[in-house]
Nanobody, 123 residues
């Protein structure tokens, strides 16, 4: 499956952004989808994941209550709504797909990755 992330940009602290990730797979609804992020000089971290149906989600503690992951299995797209953005949210955001059954937070469980979209939050 090929993934194409978009929606990043430069925003001030407290603002919002919505990232999108379009998938090429006809069987998109069979993939667990997730967002990860990597800040300069740091490792790639889990942000959020969503199950096949969208009924189950998982969030990193640092974004819980501010970010919302969702998916549209008709449009083959997963979204990340980011509210109340902080400078520490600055990173390249990657979408990923997994054939596992759970909304896993472990990067090795995801076999497919998009190219990343840069989010910069100014202080």
């Amino acid at each position: 499956v090929q993934l194409q992330a978009s929606g990043g940009g430069l925003v001030p602290t407290g603002d919002s952004l919505r990232l999108s990730c379009a998938a090429s797979a006809r069987t998109f609804s069979r993939y667990v989808m997730a967002w990860f992020r990597q800040a300069p000089g740091k490792e790639r971290d889990f942000v959020a994941a969503i199950s096949w149906s969208g009924a189950s989600t998982n969030y990193a503690g640092s974004v819980k209550g501010r970010f919302t992951i969702s998916r549209d299995n008709v449009k083959n797209t997963v979204y990340l709504q980011m509210n109340s953005l902080k400078p520490e949210d600055t990173a390249v955001y990657y979408c990923a797909a997994s054939t596992s059954e759970l909304a896993d937070l472990r990067a090795p469980m995801y076999g497919y990755w998009g190219q990343g979209t840069l989010v910069t939050v100014s202080s």
